[in-house]
């Protein structure tokens, strides 16, 4: 698969391209992920760690594993400007055994395994819905590293899970069904979800009697109380969403156009109301490749994509 990001801003109400990165060769279908800090993109893929700049799309830094090594899997979310990777051989009697904290503003080390507690040595552990130690299936996602939030199952569509949320003694203080009151929680797309200012936001599916509709929930992590739902889409219309300044940011299909096209809508963070709504003037169904992310940056929305034969990276200005 290639990976490449798509970027938008609402200036102006209408969207074109303002810069494109080159296509990646073929990628694996583990160790992506895409994290934002300041004016840096940074894009993970199993062989490297790059970092381009929002502005113009040049690239910053790249960071390779050494030797034979792999980025096995990574962190959803960062801690300030750092986030953790995994890293090791992928061969059958090898195993990704080494947790690196990588700066993304540099590209640099923090610190990797074995360590002091105080740079990344062992501080507690707890088992997970009492299993032991999981395996690298990809039933176990860490969502967060501050606080520390898990995703246990799920991670396939209709697959039943639980978002789990621990405190800094590592005691589990919430946890969040994938089904409830609030519908079908879309665990499975990671486009979908995202942790920020002690809230889970996610999408999900509801289905009453004929209706069926997609929607945005918040949950509280510290207890796993619900609070807020918002109806943002018609079903199988939410593509992804992020929180960014205490906005919530939907790229969606209300299906209230003909031309099939999407649209931007931004809720408030806290409760959920709707701030402004934006047409995109983009279908998200006919542009390469999976989204598997979207990042806001000052006026500028930036899509992650990976998929086999996509074009390269781009972004768009009004």
Avoid at 47 to 75: I, L, M, N
Avoid at 112 to 125: E, I, M
Avoid at 141 to 151: D, W
Avoid at 241 to 249: P, Q, S
Wanted: with cysteine; charged share 25%.
């Amino acid at each position: 698969m290639a990976g490449l990001a798509t970027g938008c801003s609402a200036l102006g109400g209408s969207l074109r391209v303002a810069w494109e990165a080159p296509v990646d060769s073929n990628a694996g279908d583990y160790g992506n992920g895409a994290w934002l800090v300041g004016d840096i993109l940074v894009r993970s893929r199993y062989d490297t760690v790059t970092a381009f700049d929002t502005g113009t799309g040049k690239r910053r830094w790249e960071y390779a594993p050494p030797g034979q090594e792999h980025v096995c899997a990574v962190s959803r979310s960062t801690a300030g400007a750092m986030v953790l990777i995994a890293r090791g051989s992928m061969g059958a009697d090898a195993g990704c055994s080494t947790v690196v904290a990588l700066d993304l503003t540099n590209g640099r080390e923090l610190w990797h395994t074995p360590r002091t507690p105080a740079d990344g040595g062992q501080r507690w552990t707890v088992p997970l819905g009492g299993r032991t130690t999981p395996r690298p299936d990809g039933q176990v996602a860490l969502l967060s590293t501050e606080p520390v939030v898990v995703q246990l199952g799920g991670t396939a569509e209709g697959q039943p899970g639980a978002y789990l949320a621990f405190g800094g003694d590592g005691k589990a203080v919430g946890r969040i069904g994938t089904t409830g009151g609030y519908g079908t929680l879309l665990a499975h797309a990671p486009a979908l979800v995202a942790v920020a200012d002690g809230r889970l936001h996610i999408g999900a599916e509801a289905r009453r009697r004929a209706a069926h509709r997609d929607r945005v929930a918040a949950f509280d992590l510290a207890s796993g109380s619900e609070l807020w739902l918002r109806d943002v889409a018609v079903a199988g219309g939410l593509r992804a969403l992020d929180v960014t300044g205490g906005r919530v940011t939907v790229l969606a299909d209300r299906g209230s156009r003909q031309d099939g096209l999407d649209e931007l809508r931004v809720l408030g963070a806290a409760t959920g109301d709707e701030k402004e709504s934006l047409d995109t003037g983009v279908d998200v169904d006919q542009e390469k490749g999976d989204l598997a992310d979207l990042r806001v940056y000052e006026n500028l929305v930036i899509a992650v994509r990976w998929g086999r034969g996509c074009g390269p990276s781009r972004r768009t200005r009004g």
